[in-house]
């Protein structure tokens, strides 16, 4: 099984970045995550990592700078940078570091899912070839490749995946955009036959469905995680989704 680590200081980057791909159909049976570089530092000499993903900029620090200090000590990582910078001068300094590739975000799935493959086949020594690709290219929610989206459409989507845990809203997306709300709602609805807040409330129920049999949190913390301020209102919007409270769901109701 391999080991991952991915490394920036925004814990919905963080979070958004563990759910871009189903890792452990990749063989992935341990993830880990920082928020600085201290703690990257520490966490990799342990953990020894088969790939670190890290943020160009974490807080005041450099992520190639910590990468350099890392190949002192010929750790095995093969290194992935993202940067929200195209600069040229961060993308040099990556490449003189040894880094596999760099990505600016918003990461965009495919793209991440190539570096990836070709780091297992020609450094891990592993093989794709079982990995049902397929699934791994499909919308949870929409039942649909990935492919078969406009390109627009899939960043709406690689946004609510990022930050669905914010309060993120057509309206805000549309800003960043620079687009109508109205318009993109309307081609939102026309590609996916949702409307944007349905899929947002459905990929949540999603998760939330993951975290209650997955695991023992307490429900209160697990609609918070996903967006949920309101408990009240959590209870309403899962019963109406699923047909059952979380705890029926957790098989304790």
Request: glycine share 6%; charged share 25%.
């Amino acid at each position: 099984m391999y080991k991952l680590m991915i490394v920036d200081d925004e814990p919905q980057i963080l979070e958004g970045m563990k759910r871009i791909l189903d890792w452990k159909q990749y063989g992935f049976g341990r993830i880990e995550t920082c928020e600085s570089i201290n703690e990257a530092m520490s966490k990799a000499v342990d953990l020894m990592p088969d790939i670190a993903i890290f943020d160009v900029c974490i807080g005041k620090e450099l992520g190639y700078e910590a990468i350099r200090r890392l190949n002192e000590f010929q750790l095995p990582t093969k290194f992935i940078i993202m940067s929200g910078y195209s600069e040229f001068k961060y993308a040099l300094e990556a490449i003189r570091c040894g880094v596999k590739d760099y990505l600016l975000k918003p990461v965009e799935r495919t793209k991440l899912q190539q570096v990836i493959e070709k780091i297992i086949v020609e450094d891990l020594n592993g093989s794709i070839g079982d990995i049902n690709s397929e699934s791994l290219n499909r919308d949870p929610v929409l039942g649909v490749s990935y492919d078969s989206l406009s390109k627009l459409v899939n960043r709406i989507l690689l946004m609510i995946k990022t930050e669905y845990a914010q309060n993120i809203t057509l309206k805000s997306v549309a800003e960043r955009f620079q687009m109508n709300s109205t318009y993109l709602g309307q081609l939102f609805l026309k590609e996916t036959a949702m409307k944007f807040s349905e899929y947002l409330m459905a990929y949540r129920m999603i998760l939330a469905q993951e975290r209650i049999q997955g695991t023992d949190e307490k429900i209160s913390c697990i609609a918070l995680s996903v967006g949920y301020n309101n408990l009240n209102y959590f209870y309403t919007q899962f019963h109406n989704f699923f047909g059952k409270s979380p705890s029926e769901l957790r098989g304790k109701g």
